[in-house]
């Protein structure tokens, strides 16, 4: 599975950004897909998550402001982020999660992360 992150830029406090993240490879594999960031001097940190199913799970930090789906035909991950903040500033990576089965049926799980887009948002 390769991941292809984009949608990255420079926007103003209060503003809105959509990050997208298209996936290829063996995507019949994929599970579960999620966004996380990493800050300036800061480490790695979950931003949100998405089931195969639609469910979701999201940072704190992050609830209400931004909106995680996903289009399972096409294989993109989404990340809509309104009202933006300064401190939302980092370099959004994107992940998923694979499964597959070997001859006995017994399940492997890879993890694969995309190249990172870069958001800053300015005061």
């Known amino acids: 599975v390769q991941l292809q992150a984009s949608g990255g830029g420079l926007v103003q406090a209060g503003g809105s950004l959509r990050l997208s993240c298209v996936a290829s490879?063996?995507?019949?594999?994929?599970?579960?897909m999620g966004w996380y960031r990493q800050g300036p001097g800061k480490q790695r940190e979950l931003v949100a998550t998405?089931?195969?199913?639609?469910?979701?799970n999201y940072a704190d930090s992050v609830k209400g402001r931004f909106t995680i789906s996903r289009d399972n035909v096409k294989n993109v991950l989404y990340l809509q982020m309104n009202s933006l903040k300064p401190e939302d500033t980092a370099l959004y990576y994107c992940?998923?999660?694979?499964?597959?089965?070997?001859?006995?049926?017994?399940?492997?799980?890879?993890?694969?992360w995309g190249q990172g887009t870069l958001v800053t948002v300015s005061s």
């Open positions: 992940n998923a999660d694979s499964v597959r089965f070997d001859e006995h049926g017994i399940p492997t799980v890879s993890a694969h």
């Open positions: 490879g063996r995507t019949s594999s994929i599970n579960g």
């Open positions: 998405i089931t195969a199913g639609g469910n979701t």
